[in-house]
T-cell receptor, first 113, second 115 residues
Framework: LAKTTQPISMDSYEGQEVNITCSHN???????ITWYQQFPSQGPRFIIQ???TKVTNEVASLFIPADRKSSTLSLPRVSLSDTAVYYC??????????????FGKGTKLSVIP | DSGVTQTPKHLITATGQRVTLRCSPR?????VYWYQQSLDQGLQFLIQ???????AKGNILERFSAQQFPDLHSELNLSSLELGDSALYFC??????????????FGPGTRLTVL
């Protein structure tokens, strides 16, 4: 069962790039790495997902080293509206059979004006 | 709006009681997941159903049960409620097709308060 570890909180100024790292030493071969964003009293929202190397979409980048034991979510030029809790999720896809889904405890990002 | 609906939005009940939470997944999604989020425990995966069958089980108590119906909606049943069961309960859905990861779309949640 892959366990994830993230920093509890981070502060950043508006306009800066923010990097949040998640450790998942026991990641399995079939596990994907997915990041979610959650605002208070709302359900988490998908940000980005990857298996290895680098993935980029319109809101973030995800860096995964070759050993896949960690991953880094990169948010370019954050704004106040990026203040939220960010979760790293490690879990397998459908074809891997039965699996567990492990959310980290989340990183509370506070963006400062 | 994720396309996932959950009812009710709020639920207040007493210890020892039983409640049912309902979730309708996004159109076309076959998998439904249930999560519990409390202040001290973070987001805890409870159980997943895929096309009517249980697919994966997490930290779900024996007092809790779930099912997914032929129309793919799901219900989470919580019985013999305790004060510690007070939490936000989220439902999520995903397509879970071949080669996909597990991108999930979360509903707005049901806030359960046990008095």
């Amino acid at each position: 069962l892959a366990k994830t570890t993230q920093p509890i909180s981070m502060d950043s100024y508006e306009g800066q790039e923010v990097n949040i790292t998640c450790s998942h030493n026991n990641i399995a071969t079939n596990d994907y790495i997915t990041w979610y964003q959650q605002f208070p009293s709302q359900g988490p929202r998908f940000i980005i997902q990857g298996y290895k190397t680098k993935v980029t979409n319109e809101v973030a980048s995800l860096f995964i080293p070759a050993d896949r034991k960690s991953s880094t979510l990169s948010l370019p030029r954050v704004s106040l509206s990026d203040t939220a809790v960010y979760y790293c999720l490690v879990g397998a896809n459908y074809w891997a059979g039965s699996y567990q889904l492990t959310f980290g405890k989340g990183t509370k990002l506070s963006v400062i004006p | 709006d994720s396309g996932v609906t959950q009812t009710p939005k709020h639920l207040i009940t007493a210890t020892g009681q039983r409640v049912t939470l309902r979730c309708s997944p996004r159109s076309g999604d076959l998998s439904v997941y249930w999560y519990q989020q409390s202040l001290d425990q973070g987001l805890q995966f409870l159980i997943q159903y895929y096309n009517g069958e249980e697919r994966a089980k997490g930290n779900i108590l024996e007092r809790f049960s779930a099912q997914q119906f032929p129309d793919l909606h799901s219900e989470l049943n919580l019985s013999s409620l305790e004060l510690g069961d007070s939490a936000l309960y989220f439902c999520a859905s995903s397509y879970q097709g071949q080669g996909s990861g597990n991108e999930q779309f979360f509903g707005p949640g049901t806030r359960l308060t046990v008095l």
